[in-house]
């Protein structure tokens, strides 16, 4: 009987752990997470500590907030007076 009620608090502490990581999402400074309930869009994580419902919410897409150089080829222009 020791040995199932043994079991049994391990069992829950293992729930209680995975269910407190689930719910803390830590976002770094250069990133916005994405978050959907149930499948549908429910708000965009900013940077910082954030918390989440667990095994409801998802993060489903990060999106980079940095500025991208990107470099264009020159193109011709004719300018009004022509030069």
Known sequence: ME??????VL???????VTLVKSVRIVPQQR???V???GKYKRTLSPGLNLLV??????RSK???R????????QPVITSDNL
């Open 3 to 8: 040995a199932v009620i043994g079991v049994l």
């Open 32 to 34: 916005m997470d994405v």
């Open 67 to 74: 500025e991208q150089v990107v470099s264009f080829p020159p």
């Open 63 to 65: 999106v980079d907030m």
């Open 36 to 38: 959907e309930r149930l």
């Open 11 to 17: 069992v829950v502490a293992l729930f209680a752990i």
């Open 54 to 59: 667990p095994f409801v919410d998802a993060v």
